[in-house]
């Protein structure tokens, strides 16, 4: 096994065409699973335009940074209760930001990277400085549920939930209830449980020292 935690394949004989497929087939699937799970440290890759876009009245931001151990994070979703799982390597250094608007703290920029069924989803999710969410967009997404998931029938299944209320999402089986929505129910259940770990891991967030602080602009 390598250091990425993946097994390492030894071939002894001439790659016949089948064995061949399979092998760079094999190959695809690891490297999108490495992919999928190597961002641990995702932030807004334009925070001025993306903020622009989900905050158009802001003055000023500033951000921190704060490695959230595993043992931390386990502990916030165990007392949430929340059906949600997360890998090892979505949890370590975090970066929020901190929106303002004149005096007043507007709302926290929270950005999640996603695996997807066609290569990583990167979501920043816009939250109230009470920790409930206001809006999301997509920095990083590939196929047509992307366009339509940004629609307000979408976007209002989540506005306002926090981390109490994002549990009405999901079924006593700890499953995402389906909804007539136009994205793909399997897309649909990524966001759900993207929602999810972002309110829980902000609030286990708070909870450790922080790294780095930088103002904005």
């Known amino acids: 096994m390598n250091g990425l935690g993946f097994?390492?394949?030894?071939?002894?004989?001439?790659?016949?065409?089948?064995?061949?497929?399979?092998?760079?087939?094999?190959?695809?699937?690891?490297?999108?699973?490495?992919?999928?799970?190597?961002?641990?440290?995702?932030?807004?890759?334009d925070p001025v335009q993306q903020i622009q876009q989900m905050y158009p009245g802001y003055t000023d931001f500033s951000s921190e940074i704060r490695d959230l151990k595993p043992s931390i994070a386990l502990e916030y979703i165990e007392k949430s209760g929340l059906p949600i799982a997360v890998h090892a390597k979505e949890i370590g250094k975090h970066t929020l930001f901190y929106i303002q608007e004149g005096d007043n703290m507007s709302g926290i920029v929270h950005v999640r990277s996603e695996p997807g069924r066609w290569g990583l989803i990167e979501i920043a999710w816009s939250l109230s400085p009470e920790g409930t969410i206001q809006d999301f967009l997509f920095q990083r997404c590939r196929g047509g549920d992307c366009k339509n998931a940004e629609t307000l029938a979408v976007k209002d299944q989540f506005k306002g939930l926090n981390v109490t209320s994002v549990g009405s999402l999901f079924n006593e089986a700890g499953e995402v209830i389906p909804q007539s929505l136009p994205i793909q129910q399997a897309f649909y259940e990524t966001l759900v449980k993207s929602a999810a770990k972002t309110l829980v891991l902000t609030q286990a967030f708070w909870s450790v020292p922080q790294v780095m602080n930088d103002q904005g602009g």
């Not at 390492?8 to 190959?27: F, K, N, Q, S």
């Not at 699973?33 to 890759?45: H, K, P």
């Open 7 to 45: 097994y390492t394949i030894a071939i002894t004989e001439p790659l016949g065409g089948d064995l061949m497929w399979r092998v760079m087939t094999l190959i695809v699937l690891m490297t999108a699973v490495s992919q999928a799970y190597a961002v641990a440290f995702c932030s807004l890759r």
